[in-house]
């Protein structure tokens, strides 16, 4: 039978593994392998995908793909064979007692004034956000990997300046499924840090120690970081740190990141074994008398025995090299430059360990891998009763993913949200703050009026910079709420079922369910909605998630929905808010299915995901986030929106002769908006002042509100000289769709090319035109 047949609760075990390429070695990373018993958990609403539980953990998989596995009736109880890994007990390490597990060094201990770097790598969900911010405090800064969009988080230790942290994409395995993973280990292949912190979920430390063995395999000073003992301490379980050790020869340090415990001496220990490169003592998991006969053992040290040379001339770590190329990774095949006599050898010593093993090359590492973690798992974890977190997310999951109350809840939840954004707190708070940025106005007016300032210096300080900057800076806590609520969101587990939910709904517009959490960020920001579609294996989801994501109205268009609201809807503004949200996804479904039955026709990628435990998001992290935001924001305010706001001044203050003008009618703005106007008389709105506001968005959207401040004033009784109710809804519906802004763009390019880029420009520029004019003539047959 094949694992799409079980039923609610029955077990399984796996016999074998289909499928082919990429996506079934991602099947055998997720511990998909064969012997191993599985649960059926439940369906999603919509009957697909599944939910399943392995190794500890909940996974889902589509029902199509689930056909893949061919399984076999396990009965109630029945565990997975295997025996206990024997070790010797070696006593944990103490301060000054270091270097009991490395049997390797490189030599001698680095300089003093050399900087310690480090790469920080873990699992997704394992609490890897959290140990970084308690590493670097608040010594941390925000780039990019070269020539890719992931965010790159670096940051020193403490107050250590000889020190630097990396903290690197969560990822499941060093296979390169994603784009994200292939980050990480071409950090570590070509940054070569001088060590690596492994932070493991001790709570489901069979799944997590999966990528561990791939980081040793790299031979780079490292320790593990077992993170959430107090839970496994709490729910009656515990780790027997020495005999861990001992097995993996690294040192292993019980911590919990978010109590703030044990990272004194993790970080101690990082030192240490950077410092002295202290190596992993055990290199080698697989076994010379197997159940496989030691075939694996073989296979593998003939490889390494093949491409030594290469390896080393390459600076690729041999034993993680062997490894990849039992696998089949062209992009380590490349990178060693074998020529074709030794090519065809590693191809007959992998067709002979086939042959002896009775499994495929794929199925025989993975399953290597988990054996020894079985094996280590029985020797050194005491297993803890059900967890309360484990229980807590079930009860919670019958509500948020039941079959009738998944959606429901998921509508009620994003409405709950946009209402308290909207029109309670961040409605209250961004009251505040134009409150306050009108009391700094007249205080400096009053100012530059008793000192008897120019006129034209007093205009720009007071019409141009106060009424343009302070008119975007007024919306910040509106936007600093929507974001604590997503992030919210995001932290506590919620987003993976909102995919899971999504994903049969989603595959009929011929995207994935995980295209569903970028589109759900581009509610805060496109940029880093764009950057999260990098987690998606499929180029062609990808790329289709990218041209949809901008169509989700992200908080930069608050400002412009909030001042046309006060003007034209003032009784009604979480109601117009929420319609432009909703607006935004159904456009955005509409696109989808054209692209989807055009130019990316085609399947979607396999839904394969982790669903992890409900937990309470740290605080901090999702302060820092928020603050993060909040930065950004007013550096915007003060940078780019700043200067179009100062230009947007001068250009209408001027004519041609640089005279002051008496009627901005007569300016250049008037003169450069003119001759983009008619494009938007179909729409009712062909005023100068309206497409001159509409160019300054595409700098950052804050800016059409700034450039209508400064070319109106401040109060909105003036936008009704522009405006009528209807044209008002067409001009938020244009600016809802229209192209997103430069930094969105640029993100755009650098994923998917220039070209790209521009065509999502235009396209966006047209499909806004086109709804925008369907808007205002069905507007105008109803009241007429």
Same mark, same amino acid.
């Given at each position: ?239 027997? *740190?020495?005999?861990?050790?001992? /097995?993996? &020869? #690294? =040192? $292993? ?7 703030? +415990? %044990? ?43 093949? *491409?030594?040379?290469?390896?080393? /001339?390459? &600076? #690729? =770590? $041999? ?7 039992? +696998? %089949? ?43 020894? *973690?079985?094996?280590?798992?029985? /020797? ?405």
């Amino acid at each position: 039978m094949t694992l799409d047949q079980l039923k609610k609760g029955e077990k399984a075990r796996i016999l074998s593994v289909g499928g082919s390429g990429s996506l079934r070695q991602h099947f055998l990373d997720m511990g998909l392998i064969p012997g191993k018993t599985i649960t059926y958990i439940k369906a999603a609403p919509m009957g697909d995908p599944i939910e399943y539980r392995i190794w500890g953990y909940e996974l889902t998989l589509r029902l199509s793909d689930a056909k893949e596995i061919q399984v076999e009736p396990a009965a109630d109880g029945e565990e997975d064979a295997g025996s206990a890994l024997v070790v010797d007990k070696v006593e944990h390490p103490g301060l000054g007692e270091m270097g009991k597990y490395h049997t390797s060094p490189k030599g001698a201990a680095l300089s003093e004034g050399e900087i310690l770097t480090f790469g920080l790598a873990g699992n997704q969900n394992c609490g890897k956000t959290t140990l970084f911010n308690r590493l670097t405090g608040s010594n941390q800064h925000v780039g990019n990997f070269p020539g890719v969009t992931v965010d790159r988080k670096d940051g020193q230790i403490g107050k250590m300046s000889n020190t630097l942290v990396t903290d690197l994409p969560g990822i499941y395995s060093m296979s390169p499924y994603t784009s994200e993973e292939i980050v990480t280990r071409e950090f570590f292949l070509n940054d070569k840090p001088k060590g690596i912190i492994n932070i493991v979920d001790a709570t489901n430390i069979e799944r997590n120690m999966y990528l561990t063995l791939q980081l040793i395999e790299l031979d780079i000073p490292m320790v593990l970081a077992l993170n959430m003992m107090d839970e496994v301490h709490a729910n009656g379980g515990t780790i027997k *740190i020495n005999e861990l050790e001992a /097995a993996l &020869g #690294i =040192p $292993v340090i019980p911590i919990s990141a978010s109590r703030n +415990e %044990g990272i004194e001496e993790l970080i101690d220990h990082a030192l240490h074994v950077a410092k002295f490169q202290e190596c992993p003592g055990r290199m080698d998991f697989c076994d010379a008398e197997g159940e496989d006969g030691g075939a694996l053992h073989r296979c593998l040290h003939s490889i390494m025995h093949l *491409i030594e040379d290469h390896a080393k /001339a390459k &600076g #690729i =770590p $041999v034993r993680f090299a062997a490894g990849k190329l039992v +696998e %089949g990774d062209r992009l380590i095949l490349e990178k060693l430059e074998l020529d074709q006599n030794e090519q065809e050898l590693l191809e007959h010593i992998i067709l002979q360990l086939e042959k002896e093993s009775g499994i495929d090359r794929n199925a025989a590492l993975a399953n290597m891998r988990f054996t020894f *973690i079985d094996k280590v798992c029985k /020797a050194t974890v005491v297993k803890p009763r059900e967890s309360r977190e484990h229980m807590r997310s079930q009860s919670i999951d019958r509500l948020l993913t039941g079959k009738f109350t998944a959606i429901p809840s998921f509508i009620g939840i994003m409405a709950l949200i946009f209402w308290l954004t909207f029109g309670v707190i961040g409605a209250w708070l961004s009251d505040l703050m134009e409150s306050g940025i009108g009391w700094l106005t007249d205080l400096a007016d009053q100012a530059l009026m008793a000192a008897d300032i120019n006129p034209v210096i007093h205009s720009l300080v007071i019409d141009g910079a106060f009424a343009g900057v302070g008119s975007v800076l007024s919306f910040l806590p509106t936007i600093v709420t929507l974001f604590f609520f997503l992030s919210f969101l995001e932290d506590s587990g919620y987003m993976a079922r909102v995919a899971f939910v999504m994903d049969k709904i989603l595959r009929k517009l011929g995207l994935s369910g995980r295209s569903f959490v970028p589109m759900i960020i581009g509610f805060g920001c496109t940029v880093p909605a764009i950057m999260a579609t990098r987690t998606l294996p499929s180029e062609r989801d990808r790329k289709m998630t990218i041209m949809l994501t901008p169509f989700m109205s992200c908080s930069a268009k608050l400002p412009i929905y909030g001042l046309l609201t006060a003007a034209f809807f003032p009784k009604h503004g979480a109601v117009v808010m929420t319609l432009m949200y909703f607006t935004g996804i159904i456009v955005a479904v509409l696109y989808a299915l054209i692209l989807g039955n055009t130019k990316f026709k085609g399947e979607p990628v396999p839904f394969v995901m982790e669903l992890p435990n409900y937990r309470f998001p740290g605080l901090k992290s999702v302060g820092r986030l928020i603050w993060d935001k909040a930065k950004d924001f007013i550096t915007r305010a003060f940078t780019v929106i700043f200067v179009a706001t100062l230009i947007i001044w001068f250009l209408q203050t001027f004519d041609s002769h640089l005279n002051v003008v008496s009627s901005s009618h007569d300016s250049l703005l008037a003169m450069v908006g003119g001759f983009i106007a008619p494009i938007f008389v179909p729409l009712g709105f062909g005023d100068w002042r309206v497409s001159t506001a509409l160019i300054t968005g595409f700098t950052a959207k804050e800016s059409v509100v700034s450039t209508m401040t400064v070319l109106l004033g401040s109060g909105v009784d003036a936008l009704t000289t522009m405006f009528t109710p209807l044209t008002a809804v067409v001009f938020l519906v244009f600016t809802l769709l229209y192209t997103p802004c430069v930094a969105a763009i640029g993100a755009v390019r650098k994923e998917l090319g220039g070209k790209w880029a521009f065509a999502i420009v235009v396209l966006q520029c047209m499909v806004a035109w086109v709804v925008a004019f369907a808007v205002n003539v069905v507007g105008g047959l109803l009241i007429g």
